[in-house]
Nanobody, 122 residues
Framework: QVQLVESGGGLVQAGGSLRLSCAAS????????LGWFRQAPGKEREFVAL????????TYVDSVKGRFTISRDNAKNTMYLQMNSLKPEDTAVYYC???????????????WGQGTQVTVSS
């Protein structure tokens, strides 16, 4: 398994931008699919975006399409989530996760970071 640590969260006004990072340690980072999830207070953890190791193909939840961009730098063992045009409803704790199968169900991801808080004020 890989160990994951998120950073880059914070407080931003609506319409602003943030870039989250997810640093990984452990073997074979480049052979894992990597995803971002978020969890708002009182809500279930939801899928945000995924990037595959094999071909770099990306998938997004509809609510962030056109605003968020997921990317990875295998040489640096790091994944990113560039978030633009942020909205108050994007407020949540954001988690990075890894697995070898892809998908969007949190239950299928065995490696998780500790989370980073993103707060968007109106």
């Amino acid at each position: 398994q890989v160990q994951l640590v998120e950073s880059g969260g914070g407080l931003v006004q609506a319409g602003g931008s943030l870039r989250l990072s997810c640093a990984a340690s452990g073997r074979a980072f480049s052979y894992y699919h990597l995803g971002w999830f978020r969890q708002a207070p009182g809500k279930e953890r939801e899928f945000v975006a995924l990037i595959k190791w094999s071909d770099g193909r990306t998938t997004y939840v509809d609510s962030v399409k056109g605003r968020f961009t997921i990317s990875r730098d295998n040489a640096k063992n790091t994944m990113y989530l560039q978030m633009n045009s942020l909205k108050p409803e994007d407020t949540a704790v954001y988690y990075c996760a890894a697995n070898k199968w892809g998908g969007s169900d949190p239950k299928n991801f065995g490696s998780w970071g500790q989370g980073t808080q993103v707060t968007v004020s109106s």
